[in-house]
């Protein structure tokens, strides 16, 4: 395991780790975006718990604000009843495609908004809260203002392209402009606060092009916290949702406070359209309440529907639910990975699902792992022989865990998959090479073979490791099956062999067209 620890350090205590997905707005419906992010942070919440981590993963709902408010207006129902119904099935989201999530914090959760009362009036006596007249460009839909470079065309919003109107009104301010050099430093100091650097850089380039306080509340919106010192006035629903991941601690654990165990977050993940709150105004936010920043940020990209490539049994769109109850939670949750640059925006399709289902999970990873069962089983009763690790193999292998565990230290989450997909491709090519069935007809080597099956165990137990987080059930199966019981990282020739093995159904079975 050494090379492995984030600490670096031989103490046995575990490292905490800390991740976060955004909290999904409640005025739609879960969509394969939300299930994107959350897979993301719930690949690495499984990987460091695999390196014996004190891991915990949150996520959760963000209930407030004006298009809250304006759905239920639309459906003449009460926020509340909306947000509750939404909420339900975000939470609903998580155990389907396979979330480790330790907690799941909603905002209209009563014990979210008295901490963030509690926060937000420290900002406040720390002097970091000003009282002015707002002018600015509101979308509704965003519930945010635009700064005049962010305008599209004609005074629209970018994001939403709709008209927007200049709104004049009485407003608390945050100085997010006082923070201007402390924000500067910060990103000096820490080049990695965001990942990818571009997004890096994107941060660091609205920075530089100078800060402006920001709206904290707003008189008119109903649907919002009040603000402890003038209750006049409703937060701006960016302030208490940033919240929730400090606020989180505080009560996810009954009669336990989690702050100081995992304060600050290891890692935020979120879409690159909310970039702008969490690498700029976030980490001034927690200064002014005496709390440190973040350690980093990974911003990732939109998975877009780009070809109309259709696929015999998916149709043209790719729905995570069809997917998911026809495939299984894994083949999403490596197919978003495997196809799309994490950090990146890139095209996915339902053909390219179903490509990457047939060439790569079921034939280069499925195939490999009842082969090498199948082949134990049929010329050494089932029991994997103990031999000794072959050298060139080995260099293959040699370093991958700790590459791996890099990679994803970086939130790499593409080239972390790569690395263990090379894996599959050399033991695949292992098998071509040394030709097991030809060996089991020599009699004359009976070593050779042992060491060739003990090889393919032994490669197939540490990839498949290195995979539980993107292939949690399948590999869960495959594990069982190769009499691994641990699931800690460990490297080729860990395992002296010995051990009883099984044979496995197809791990992923042929693609049927519905009738
Ligand atoms: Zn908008």
Redesign the pocket.
Known sequence: MSGISRSGATSLAAVSYYVTTPIYYVNAEPHLGHAYSTMAADVLARHMRQRGEDVFFLTGTDEHGEPIELAAEREGIDPQELADRNAAKFRELMPIIGATNDFFIRTSDPRHKEKVAEIMQRVYDNGWVTKGTYEGWY?P??A?FKTERELGPGNT?P??E?ELEKVREENWFFRLSAFQERLEALYEERPDFVVPEFRRNEAVSFIKGGLEDVSLSRPKLKWGMELPWDPGQRMYVWFDALLNYVTALTFARDGEDLTDRYWPADLHVMAKDILKFHAVIWPALLWAADLEPPKRMAIHGYLLMGEKKMSKSLGNVLDPFVVIDRFGADALRFYCFREVSFGQDGAISTAGFEARYETELANDYGNLASRVLAMVDRYRAGVVPAAQVDAVLAEDFDGAVGRFSELLDRAELTQALEEAWRLVRRLNRFVEETKPWELAKDEADPERLDEVLYNLVEGLRVTTLLLVPYLPDTSERLLAALGEESRELSELGTRPGGQKVERVPPLFPKIEAPA
């Open positions: 979308c839909r965003c945010d919003c994001i939403h709709i």
